[in-house]
């Protein structure tokens, strides 16, 4: 396995936009399509058939994440078209084994994933005695929230074992690079290539970057350290706020209360909120009111004040009142 292979990760909910994608990422240079774990879980193994009949020529993966029944699960995958099924390898041995024989049986291969595996150079050395064909460097999304990243382990796990070592967790044009340079023989790219608005531009970039081992610079999809987020949130203009699920487009009728080009960053200004939804009430430092309002268009309607407590640097309490969903 000479030259890097570039992976597309095709975590979506829905199979229609997981095979635009997938079209545009092939387009772009994507040497292996992965049916990412999100999409099997909502559309099942028919993605992987999807995705077997739209690329005949591609290696197709399913992220299945197996962790029991190692045997039934790899034979549903190899039948419905994946050449690649992953085993978490946090499960027991046992279970790897019989993935193991059961991909041989049916002309797949196994790609053990190493997220939560306390110490990986030792788990990746055992497990090249059971027979898998591929490790798998993986940071989980809920950890690159928090600027964790796979390139800090994967020199360590390269150089303990002989098997092909993939690589995947907020990787984008800028750090694919040293993913290589540290190894890696599968990149396995999601996020900077599907949520790019265009998905074949975003893939030949990076694959640029992985064949001449360069570092091409992004102002997106870029993961920021705790230090650094004073310096993000400088950078980016206030967020549309919408629902939970960004399904309901943007919220109407919240007025501006400072002239640009104002910029406020800073803890006063931090609020608390339930994960992922901003019309809940409760938590500490918040408190919700109930306040009729006039929009642009003239209509009037009731919305949530959100009263907003925090510490400035001076050290004293802030109250601020902004208009909320």
């Not at 989980?140 to 690589?167: F, G």
């Not at 960004?246 to 006063?268: D, E, S, T, Y």
């Amino acid at each position: 396995m000479e030259k890097p292979i570039l992976q597309v990760a095709l975590d979506f909910m829905h199979l229609k936009r997981a095979m635009q994608a997938a079209r545009e990422a092939v387009e772009g240079g994507a040497d292996w399509v992965e049916a990412g774990t999100p999409l099997v879980k909502s559309e099942g193994v028919e993605a992987v058939r999807a995705l077997r009949k739209a690329f005949p020529d591609k290696t197709i993966v399913a992220d299945l994440k197996i962790m029991d029944t190692g045997a039934l699960e790899v034979e549903i995958a190899a039948k419905a078209g994946a050449n690649v099924i992953t085993v978490m390898g946090v499960t027991d041995d046992a279970t790897i084994v019989e993935a193991v024989k059961a991909a041989r049986r049916y002309g797949a291969k196994i790609m053990i994933d190493l997220m939560r595996v306390t110490d990986k150079p030792a788990r990746a050395k055992s497990l090249e005695s059971l027979g898998v064909d591929y490790l798998n460097m993986h940071v989980s999304i809920d950890e690159q929230m928090i600027a964790h990243t796979p390139l800090q382990e994967l020199k360590a796990v390269c150089k303990a074992s002989r098997l092909p070592v993939a690589v995947a967790g907020g990787l984008n044009s800028e750090t694919v690079a040293q993913a290589v340079e540290a190894g890696a023989h599968i990149i396995i790219v999601g996020g900077a290539i599907i949520k790019a608005e265009k998905v074949a531009d975003a893939t030949k970039a990076i694959r640029k970057a992985i064949d001449k081992k360069i570092r091409i610079p992004t102002g997106l999809y870029k993961k920021y350290s705790f230090e650094d987020l004073f310096e993000a949130f400088a950078k980016v203009s206030t967020p549309n706020l919408a629902d939970a699920m960004q399904k309901r487009g943007v919220m109407r009728g919240i007025l501006p209360r400072n002239p640009h080009p104002v910029k406020m960053v800073g803890r006063a200004l931090t609020v608390k909120t339930a994960d992922g939804d901003w019309a809940k009430p409760g938590g500490e430092g918040r408190r919700h009111r109930r306040r009729r309002w006039r929009g642009p268009d003239g209509r009037v309607g009731r919305a949530r004040i959100l009263v907003v407590q925090g510490e400035g640097r001076c050290g004293r309490r802030h109250r601020r009142r902004c208009p909320g969903h």
